[in-house]
Structure formats: structure tokens, C-alpha cells
């Protein structure tokens, strides 16, 4: 796969790693109703970090497009603010 989405579940923050390709891509994050929560822009390929620990609770639809507009990938993510406790 071109593109892998850790960890889902997710509380504070979502890894991307893109596996190749190159220059920039967009990043957005979509609840389930379809409006868009989160946009970003990374550069390159390797691991990037999205902060989502700002986010309620729930689904999210996160979507990768390369800067021609390819699809990359998308996945259903989940975000929870369930914390373990020792």
C-alpha cells in the first residue's frame, strides 16, 4: 500500500506513512457527517504526525491526495479519549 494510518483507534495524534511518490499532499479529516474538520498539508514521503487529541471523540473519515489530485488512500478512524489506567 502507498499509504498506512496509525494508530485506529487514536486519542492525541494519527501517523501517516506514505511509502512513495513525492512533493506535497493534503490531509483531510472529515466527521461523519461529511464537513471538514482538519486540513493539513505535508511534504515528501516517510511518517508525518496529525494532532488530533483536539478532536471529540468519535468516526472520522481521514483522506490523502497527492498534489495532482490522486488519491493516495483513505481510511475510517476512530478517535477515543478512553485512557488506561495502571
Not at 2 to 9: A, E, K, S
Amino acid at each position: 500500500d502507498v499509504l498506512t494510518i496509525f494508530p485506529n483507534p487514536a486519542a492525541e495524534y494519527l501517523n501517516l506513512k506514505i511509502e512513495h511518490g513525492s512533493g506535497t499532499y493534503t490531509v483531510l479529516l472529515h466527521d461523519a457527517t461529511g464537513r471538514l474538520i482538519q486540513h493539513e498539508t505535508l511534504s515528501g514521503i516517510g511518517t508525518h504526525t496529525l494532532q488530533v487529541g483536539q478532536l471529540s471523540a468519535g468516526v472520522y473519515i481521514c483522506t490523502v491526495r497527492a498534489t495532482n489530485g490522486d488519491l493516495m488512500g483513505h481510511e475510517r478512524i476512530v478517535i477515543s479519549k478512553w485512557e488506561r489506567t495502571s
